[in-house]
């Protein structure tokens, strides 16, 4: 996918403007939050559940080398053809190659975060597949040409005027605002292809060590489809993804539900494992597993490490309320919310998005929701460290932050100054707010007055009281 | 929950304020009630003259090596024993988590932000956790609505607090707002930074407080009611902000620099 | 120096010496196996994620279920071949038709007619309302997964408390495809608003025998 991160400022200002999204992000924002709360209030056992997964997660990455060994080992023995991707282009390179060796001209996918990194439709359409997205959100914003605005949800910033319209060019369908029949339109087309398809593309939410398998989550039914009914099966999945054991798996499975859309469980869990077996009436006679390293290793080996334990269920998105106002397309890559924040700067280079990790308040929110436990405001905090120690801070910034604790190391020279800011403040506001400051403070006086400073700070009072001298 | 001290509680109780550089300089008025609050419920109050600020804008924009240094003229700034008290949630956990993070590799500064950590409070925190305040004996009247600061009830673990403080005032009626734990947008730099999202961020929150009806927000950090009543007076709606402190010292108090 | 080599020597000199990988699951976050009838609880939480139950006498319960499939248009009822409970239960359904009762290909063809899948359950989960259908011993899936309305036949000593007691079995050697189906196929991509048969069953009906 095309990186566009460092403009987050431009296109959160575009977003902001934009009615249609503005709209669409009101009718959303909000419900998968309250959804995911009275979910994990319904689960008593959810705290402990919470820990036991980030406990987990913080085993696998202190050991992937072990893990990840183990679950080749086993997936291999089950028919599993596994191939390793350095970086996207290998990926793309990978998958274009499974692609012609298998003969597949028509592949059906299911959602992947991971596929987006390494712009997977593209390198496939390049190889003559026709690659068509299955999952709802992920097929409306296919035909829109538009990228997923949200991990879950990816047409969440479209409203159903917008989508009736899309299937109506693309697919010959009557106009209509019926959610139902919208989506009874996607079926019947979508389902054509399910059957007609060569290979199903999906994701993996879980690599399960022990046992070799692959593990997909979803409510409509599509990743089950596209890993029973085609020849083929790719599944493009991170190499963090990894969990220690089969019985591990219900933990996760109690969390990413309930963490992401507030259900007890999700419609569909597929646990697929090789290939069919003798016997078998149906399910790929191939089956392969691209895991992507493009950056993990590098993190796994920093002090970002517990950003791999993310499950990528978007609830940090949800309760994110920047996220909230500007939508997932301002982050400018795959991954937005919180998790981008961090996660983008480091897969791509700090220098290619450090706008990110500026892009929030550190209001906290997310790591409240965090379901893995991932300090997200104290990784946010030190990507900013990094971009000063990187040289990416601007000359202003940092003049006015040398300044700033140049003042402050001196309580007299601090209080010379808030002195004359108080007489100029007062005698220029007669008292009131001031309504329109220079740069950098004119973005705040914008659309909201700026106090002007007391007449008499509050150390210079205490000292006259309390009849201090010096 | 009763925090342990080690002292006699029949003693004096020393409290050093941090009247923080924010309330210094715009709202004096609230460092004022500070002290009233805590002269009214037996503490002997010091203000150490030498204190500016924490250093929180530095830290939280990633400028480290200026954090530090005001961190340190901080440390230094402070008695080693005592309580520090503070009007600020937001100041308050700046101490408490973040000096950690800036001295990790400096052994001997970092057991001292430890140390100080462990004595720092928030003003509602202090007066219910560690002098168990049940009546703040405030005569403020009013109807009231509590705006969660970020920091201080995600940072500090304050939620409960102040709301008991504040229902505890016989003449307040005590309204809270929905969302009263989201963000209202300010986050220091960011509101600088990202201007436009963080206006979006605000209106949201002064809907919510329009919504309840009530005359006055409080909260327990400045910053807030700066960005919140920053948007108020710009509009001219009809609630006022108000820091928790001069609710609690009540109405003679903060009147001098209201506005 | 191949890839995966390669790989694994940057994930090596990243992990570093971290002592030894836990051997055992870790302790504690599975809640505690629910108290009482776990069918109850099955009832409660597969109606929670969308499905239906029937439960009690046979007669009303196919009579109902008769009712129900006529009501969603359903014409053909599907049962493997090899499936003896769930062609039991599909013949049993004829006299409340007009049904026709096919095992044939032309399922998966894509039919023209409405169509409700049958097929006996491996086990069902209290905990969460899951149906478990498995491809062990050559079981096919199909009825579940591209059939209009899905109909699964559970025996009620099937039903499990949680889900650790349903993927037990599968510790070992899974086989292909283990499947948990919990409701009907859902999507709430267009406005959040939750809308039925995405792409799977409209209709998830759970049919407890036993």
């Given amino acids: 996918m095309e990186l566009n991160a460092n403009a987050f400022g431009r296109n959160a200002r575009k977003a902001l403007l934009d009615k249609t999204l503005q709209e669409a992000l009101g009718r959303t924002t909000g419900r998968f939050q309250a959804h995911r709360d009275a979910a994990v209030a319904a689960l008593p056992e959810f705290e402990a559940t919470r820990e036991r997964a980030s406990r987990i997660k913080g085993d696998v990455l202190d050991h992937l080398d072990t893990y990840l060994a183990r679950f080749i080992e086993e997936a291999e023995k089950r028919g599993t053809i596994v191939h390793v991707a350095r970086d996207a282009a290998q990926a793309r390179e990978i998958a274009a190659r499974i692609a012609w060796e298998e003969g597949i001209t028509l592949a059906v996918k299911s959602k992947s975060m991971a596929s987006e990194e390494v712009s997977f439709n593209e390198a496939l359409q390049g190889a003559g597949v026709t690659v068509v997205e299955s999952d709802l959100g992920e097929f409306i914003i296919q035909l829109a040409g538009e990228a997923p605005s949200h991990i879950i949800a990816p047409a969440v910033h479209k409203t159903r005027e917008e989508i009736s319209l899309l299937f109506e060019r693309h697919l010959g369908e009557p106009r209509t605002d019926s959610i139902p029949e919208l989506v009874g339109m996607a079926r019947k087309h979508l389902r054509a292809k399910f059957l007609s398809a060569g290979m199903g593309v999906s994701g993996g939410n879980f690599l399960v060590a022990d046992t070799g398998s692959v593990v997909l989550v979803t409510n409509e039914g599509n990743g089950r489809m596209g890993t029973v009914l085609p020849r083929v099966h790719l599944a493009v999945v991170g190499i963090e993804k990894v969990i220690p054991r089969m019985a591990d798996l219900p933990t996760f499975l109690r969390l990413l539900p309930r963490s992401a859309s507030g259900q007890v469980i999700s419609s569909y869990v597929s646990i697929v494992t090789g290939t069919r077996r003798a016997g078998d009436p149906e399910g790929p006679e191939r089956m392969h597993l691209l895991l992507l390293d493009c950056g993990r290793s590098a993190i796994l080996e920093g002090k970002y490490r517990e950003i791999l334990k993310c499950i990528r269920c978007a609830a940090c998105l949800n309760s994110c309320p920047v996220y909230q106002s500007v939508g997932g397309h301002a982050y400018g890559w795959v991954y937005s919310g919180p998790i981008g924040a961090v996660l983008t700067p480091l897969l791509v280079g700090l220098p290619e998005a450090a706008a990110l990790p500026d892009a929030s308040t550190l209001c906290g929110a997310c790591a409240d929701v965090c379901p893995v436990k991932i300090p997200l405001p104290d990784f946010l905090l030190e990507l900013r460290s990094d971009a000063r120690e990187q040289g990416l801070k601007t000359p202003g910034e940092i003049a006015a932050m040398k300044g700033y604790a140049g003042v402050m190391k001196r309580a007299g020279l601090l209080e010379a100054i808030e002195r004359i800011a108080g007489v100029l403040g007062q005698f220029f506001t007669k008292g009131k707010g001031i309504s329109g400051l220079p740069y950098p403070f004119s973005g705040w006086t914008e659309r909201r007055d700026f106090p002007a400073p007391a007449a008499e700070p509050f150390r210079k009072q205490w000292k006259i009281k309390r009849g201090v001298t010096r | 929950m009763p925090y342990t001290t080690g002292m006699d509680p029949k003693g004096p109780i020393p409290v050093s304020l941090f009247f923080t550089c924010l309330a210094d300089a715009f709202s004096p008025g609230v460092c004022t009630a500070t002290v009233e609050v805590l002269e009214r419920f037996g503490a002997t109050v010091r203000v150490p003259l030498s204190q500016t600020c924490c250093g929180q804008p530095a830290f939280n924009s990633g400028n480290r090596k200026e954090a530090r240094a005001m961190a340190r003229k901080f440390l230094l700034s402070f008695p080693d024993d005592g309580f520090i008290v503070t009007p600020s949630g937001s100041c308050a956990a700046m101490v408490k988590h973040g000096y950690p993070v800036l001295f990790r590799d400096e052994p001997r500064m970092l057991a001292r932000a430890r140390a100080i950590g462990e004595r720092i409070f928030e003003l509602s925190q202090f007066l219910v956790d560690v002098l168990g305040v049940t009546d703040p004996k405030s005569d403020f009247s009013g109807k009231v609505t509590y705006h969660d600061s970020c920091h201080l009830r995600r940072g500090l673990g304050v939620i409960e607090a102040p709301r008991k403080l504040l229902r505890a005032v016989p003449g307040i009626e005590f309204v809270e707002m929905e969302e009263s734990d989201r963000c209202c947008g300010f986050g220091g730099v960011f509101s600088l930074k990202y201007p436009q999202i963080s206006c979006k961020m605000t209106e949201r929150k002064v809907e919510r407080i329009l919504a309840t009806g009530a005359s006055y927000v409080t909260s327990g950090d400045l910053g807030c009611l700066l960005n919140i009543g920053g948007l108020i007076s710009r509009i001219g709606y009809p609630v006022k902000t108000i820091h928790l402190a001069e609710i609690l010292a009540g109405k003679t108090a903060g009147k001098e620099d209201a506005g | ?210």
Avoid: W, Y
Wanted: hydrophobic residues 45%; charged residues 20%; negative net charge.
């Fill in chain 3, 1 to 210: 120096m191949n890839e995966r080599e390669s790989l694994f020597r940057r994930l090596s000199a990243a992990c570093g010496e971290r002592g030894a990988a836990v051997e055992e699951p870790l302790p504690g976050g599975a809640p505690t196996a629910p108290e009482g009838d776990r069918v109850a609880l099955f009832a409660k939480t597969f109606t929670a994620a969308g499905g239906v139950l029937l439960r009690g006498p046979v007669e009303k319960a196919l009579s109902d279920l008769g009712e129900m499939l006529r009501s969603e248009g359903v014409t053909a009822l599907f049962f493997p071949e090899d499936d003896a409970a769930a062609r039991e239960i599909a013949e049993a359904l004829v006299p409340f038709g007009p049904f026709n009762l096919t095992t044939g290909a032309e399922v998966r063809g894509g039919s023209a007619a409405v169509t409700a899948g049958f097929r006996a359950a491996e086990a069902a989960i209290a905990e969460t309302g899951t149906i478990v259908e498995t491809s062990a011993g050559g079981k096919t899936l199909l009825p579940g997964l591209i059939a209009d309305v899905h109909v699964s036949i559970v025996p009620a000593a099937s039903v499990v408390a949680r889900m650790e007691e349903a993927l037990a079995a599968f510790t070992e050697d899974p086989p292909r495809n283990i499947s948990f189906l919990s409701g009907p196929s859902k999507t709430a991509d267009i406005e959040q608003t939750l809308t039925v048969g995405a792409h799977g069953p409209k209709k998830a009906i759970a049919l407890m025998v036993g």
